[in-house]
């Protein structure tokens, strides 16, 4: 099944219309910084991040620990609070945007509650949205179809791979419909077999959703295969070193990443990262 | 060589291991334990009053007639277990419960005062954790004093509760069930304070991502996160609300329960009629806390089976 987004016919936008939503931004950051008191003095997440994540796109952060992408990604889901600049979702700031559900967020754990069957973790935002329960039904079904959960409505998570977790997690980040989907390393802890594998179904998924993506990874061949853009961060303070834009096509597979355009721009993010970490030594 | 060795020492898995496989094994051995130890304590603490009573009867006797006598005593000092067994057959099943004189009357009196004061306590405890969960100011005020509530024996607020308690009126099972409740609130208190803040930050934020209410939050994680909590502090409280029922039972001279027959007993001297009401309230509770565990098991198959 498709999902709602799809089901709005493209033909009755006009084309102007639909090139101008398309350049809208969906994330706007300017000047952004964000620092922690701790007990051993301040500690400077983020500092001077300008950054623009347009409608549609694929933008992945990658650095190495400590460098503030999870941060960032944090603080666009209003999950943390800038101390400085202006960050705006969806052209509101980010406590709006979290009040009217603008954004789906897979955490690094799938941090499903053991309690509840696979659908009704799926359907937990729904509830807490007051969706009734054979809508919620009808949601869970269609949202497990399109991770390929189908059948594991009344699994407990316990009975499922840690990988079949996170594509659970994936399913009910989704199926309120939001039109942001944030990721923080989603796929970190799992294996690399798994992991490519879940790469390309994400990939599968964005080009089916038209969602716009947030992914946080520390993973090069990852932000590569999977980025329209990849910013570059390095930590101490965290900022941003290079946004690197990539031009592959949506129906990538495993296999471009063999190809010397992916070799060549996971070379420049290495090197910026390298580049990064230089100021450390 | 070894080989051979082994098999021979340890053919097919044998009636004893298989035995102690389990739970029954072990427990029958240190039952047994117990029981050989309790008769010959009952020889030893019963013996110099029978060479008494057969000195005086200038009757002559050996080592058979004193190990007889000593376990066949009206008031012994340590009743032998097979004396506390007749004398609970004779009062639970012989006697009818009606009867002023049978344990079972007693027993339901005490349980009555245990379960309405096990109730109070539960819910108590779990209003007092979820108040302290929500509200910062509360775990600051109120913490101190539900740790103190339980550093005060028991035994010296007890007569104060039934004496303020008779002179508004209140008399019977009420003052029994208020001390029962002021005894099991605590466990649950301090178990569903942790229970309701077991859930992880991830959880949290994963709610806060939805703009879920602090209502929803409660009903949709907390709750049920703090259920295995809630059951290992139920275990707790029930049994201890069956020690403050009985213990509500000492001061006021009550007629009925099993702490009245303690009581009645020690006046009398009658030490079989006191161990069979100690047996009989640590049967109850053991079935109490049993009860819970199989509510426990039901309550976590309903969430998910594995916890």
Redesign the interface.
């Known amino acids: 099944m498709m999902p709602p987004s799809m089901q709005s016919d493209p033909v009755s936008e006009s084309v102007a219309a639909a090139a101008n939503r398309d350049r809208e931004s969906v994330v706007r950051a300017r000047d952004l910084s964000l620092t922690f008191e701790t007990a051993d003095g301040p500690v400077f997440a983020l500092s001077g991040v300008d950054l623009e994540i347009d409608r549609g796109e694929f933008v992945s952060f990658i650095g190495p620990s400590g460098c503030g992408k999870t941060t960032l990604l944090r603080a666009i ?3 943390e609070q800038p101390t400085g600049g202006t960050l705006a979702v969806n052209g509101v700031p980010p406590r709006e945007a ?2 009217n ?1 603008s ?3 897979v ?3 799938p ?1 499903l ?5 696979i659908e009704r973790n799926v359907t ?2 729904l ?3 007051g969706m009734s329960a054979n809508e919620r039904r009808a949601k869970a079904g269609e949202y497990l179809d399109l991770v390929n959960l189908g059948g594991f409505e009344k699994k ?3 009975q499922l791979s840690g990988g079949m977790q996170q594509r659970a997690s994936i399913a009910r980040a989704l199926c309120f419909d939001p039109d942001l989907l944030l990721m923080d390393e989603p796929f970190g802890a799992l294996d690399e077999i798994v992991r490519d594998h879940l790469n390309e179904q994400l990939l599968r998924l964005w080009a089916k959703t038209q969602k716009t993506v947030v992914f946080v990874t520390h993973s090069i061949p990852e932000a590569v295969f999977l980025s329209t853009k990849i910013v570059v961060m390095s930590p101490r303070p965290g900022r941003i070193i290079d946004v690197i834009p990539t031009d592959f096509p949506r129906d990538r597979t495993l296999d471009a990443r063999e190809s010397p355009e992916f070799l060549e721009i996971a070379h420049r993010v290495r090197e910026g990262l390298r580049a990064g970490h230089s100021y450390d030594d | 060589m070894t080989i051979e060795a082994d098999a021979g020492s340890a053919p097919v898995p044998g009636l004893v291991s298989r035995l102690f496989a389990g739970h029954l094994g072990p427990i029958t051995v240190v039952v047994l334990a117990i029981v050989v130890i309790w008769y010959a304590g009952a020889v030893y603490m019963n013996a110099p009053r029978q060479i008494e009573v057969f000195n005086r009867a200038q009757t002559d006797w050996g080592a058979a007639d004193l190990i007889e006598g000593t376990l066949a005593q009206d008031r012994p000092i340590l009743p032998a277990p097979h004396q506390i067994l007749v004398e609970m057959k004779k009062t639970i099943i012989d006697k009818k419960i009606t009867s002023k004189r049978s344990l079972v009357f007693h027993a339901w009196v005490t349980l009555s005062s245990t379960l309405l004061g096990f109730v109070a306590g539960a819910v108590l405890g779990i209003l007092l954790a979820v108040g302290i969960v929500h509200v910062g100011a509360l775990e600051k005020s109120l913490m101190p004093w539900i740790i103190s509530s339980q550093t005060i024996p028991i035994l010296a607020i007890a007569p104060m509760v039934v004496v303020v308690l008779g002179a508004i009126g209140l008399k019977g099972l009420v003052p029994k069930a208020i001390i029962s409740a002021y005894l099991c609130f605590f466990p649950v208190t301090i178990g569903m304070v942790k229970g309701l803040r077991s859930p ?1 930050l ?2 949290m ?8 209410s602090s209502w ?1 939050t409660f009903w ?2 907390r709750w ?2 703090s ?1 295995p909590f809630l059951f290992t502090s139920l275990k707790v409280a029930v049994a201890i609300s069956l020690v403050g029922a009985i213990v509500g039972e000492l001061p006021t001279g009550a007629q009925g329960g099993l702490g009245a027959r303690l009581l009645a007993g020690s006046y009398y001297g009658q030490t079989i009629q006191i161990w069979s009401a100690l047996f009989t309230a640590a049967a109850l509770a053991a079935s109490l806390v049993a009860l819970v565990g199989v509510i426990e098991r039901l309550a976590v198959r309903a ?5």
């Open positions: 889901a209003d999950l979290r009040l559900r954004y789906g967020y955490f690094q754990a941090a509650y053991p309690w509840r069957t937990l935002p509830e807490i949205m407990y998570p316990w | 992880d991830l959880q934020d994963l709610l806060r991502t939805y703009s879920a929803q949709k994680l049920p996160a259920v969430m998910g089976g594995r916890r």
